[in-house]
């Protein structure tokens, strides 16, 4: 059985999800990503970063919710979310960086500047361009699900199941505006292990 340190609100849910999908026993020890309990020496010791999620899987430790998901989908479940061959594992490894590089950044600034940060404290026009950039990235996503249901063609991978966790508030930050990636995400979120991960 795998441990994973994290609460579902939070980066925990991607591998929560990809366990899910994959049927693996888990056992879930809640850690609050803004908790004074992941600053401390034990869990320190395990992720040096101080943030969730974490997984424990035998004597491999590992952080970074991204990897987490790569990890559990190569080496679990008979390899039902990984690729096939060379050329999908080289897809799967340039999606999940993209959700890292080119998707979170302007996601993360759209949900701290509508909803996380106290009202105070956010900026409309941190908001705009977010919006702005995200733009470019569903269009990104718009043209290359042209004539096929995910990303890598007719089967649901881990690149799926990264990309559309990072971007879970699609249809609220302007991605209704992109039919073929709205349907594509609604399919993703939809599936019974995403509504078990995320609570649905």
């Known amino acids: ?15 929560l999800w990809t366990a899910e999908e994959l049927g693996i026993p888990y056992e879930l020890v809640e850690r609050h990503h803004a908790g004074p309990e992941i600053k401390r020496p034990d869990y320190l010791a395990l992720n040096p970063n101080g943030k969730v999620p974490t997984l424990v899987d035998g004597d491999l430790v590992l952080f970074e919710s991204l990897a987490i998901d790569l990890y559990l989908a190569k080496n679990h479940g008979g390899g039902a979310l990984w690729a096939h061959d060379a050329q999908e594992e080289a897809l799967i490894f340039q999606w999940t960086l993209w959700a890292a590089t080119e998707a979170e950044p302007p996601a993360r600034q759209w949900f ?4 996380f940060l106290p009202p105070e404290q956010r900026d409309p026009a941190q908001v705009q361009a977010a919006l702005d950039e995200l733009r470019s990235r569903f269009a990104v996503l718009e043209m290359t699900l042209d004539g096929r249901t995910y990303l890598l063609g007719e089967r649901f991978t881990v690149a799926d199941l990264n990309v559309a966790a990072v971007l879970q ?4 930050m302007g991605g209704t505006d992109y039919p ?18 995320f609570g649905g």
């Open 169 to 172: 508030r699609l249809a609220l």
């Open 112 to 115: 701290r500047h509508t909803s």
């Open 180 to 197: 073929r990636a709205l349907a594509w995400h609604r399919r993703c979120m939809a599936r019974p292990a995403a509504m078990r991960a």
């Open 1 to 15: 059985m795998i441990t994973l340190y994290g609460i579902t609100r939070s980066r925990a849910v991607r591998p």
